[in-house]
């Protein structure tokens, strides 16, 4: 399992999202995008979604959230119910990193958690594995989380996207910026070189400079764009 995000023993879930969660709020806006208010039609025997009558994509299960109990459930850990191997692949995947590297929450199969926790479990996965969205679908208080990988799923990379999804990102959430900066650009096959006092993303010609205080916090941000 090639990743393009290091992942340390010295990692949580929190540090991963700051890595992994701008790709991942990003692509999740992307595939919301498409969807607008279409109908889903979830077939869980045999892994697929139709979202109106244009749009079809196979999918990962991820977990499930009980909205009375609180309770994130990952799908990897399903003798119970029996879903299919092919859709809690990425699930496994997920297990794999928490046992190697200590991640409690990526390993323990029930934990308490609320909406908002199981969304940055979601973000995360979905930065972290490159996917092109996630989706939720309520049944009866279950909260299904999935992933899709799919080219018909379009992705605007440019510089002002990247700005405005970073920007959206920090401001949303409690994270490193720095971190998310980085891991960010990275996983966006952006180069990104760091110095004591800011960090620069290379997008083709175009340069994206964010200046850091000693305690992590952004400064100002600067762009030199191509002509």
């Known amino acids: 399992m090639k990743l393009k995000i290091e992942i340390t023993e010295e990692d949580t879930l929190q540090s991963l999202f700051a890595k992994c969660g701008g790709l991942g709020l990003e692509h999740h806006d992307d595939l919301e995008n498409i969807v607008n208010n279409k109908k889903p039609d979830f077939n869980i025997e045999n892994g697929t979604i139709k979202l109106g009558e244009d749009l079809k994509f196979d999918f990962q299960l991820l977990g ?5 109990n609180k309770k994130w459930y990952w799908a990897w850990d399903n003798q119970d119910i ?3 191997e092919k859709i809690v692949e990425d699930s496994k995947k997920v297990k794999e990193i928490g046992e190697k590297y200590n991640i409690s929450h990526f390993k323990e199969n029930i934990f308490q958690a609320s909406l908002y926790e199981a969304h940055i479990i979601a973000m995360t996965t979905t930065g972290l594995f490159e996917d092109d969205g996630y989706y939720v679908m309520d049944f009866e208080g279950v909260l299904f989380f999935i992933t899709i990988k799919s080219d018909k799923i379009p992705h605007e990379k440019t510089v002002e996207r990247f700005l405005y999804n970073y920007n959206t990102f920090c401001r949303e959430f409690d994270v490193n910026p720095r971190l998310a900066l980085e891991g960010y650009g990275k996983l ?10 800011f960090s620069v993303v290379v997008i083709g010609q175009s340069r994206i400079i964010v200046g850091f205080n000693e305690k992590g916090s952004i400064t100002h941000i600067q762009t030199m764009l191509e002509n």
């Open 64 to 68: 499930t959230l009980s909205l009375k």
């Open 82 to 84: 029996g879903f299919l």
């Open 188 to 197: 966006n096959d952006y180069k990104y070189k760091r110095r004591d006092e």
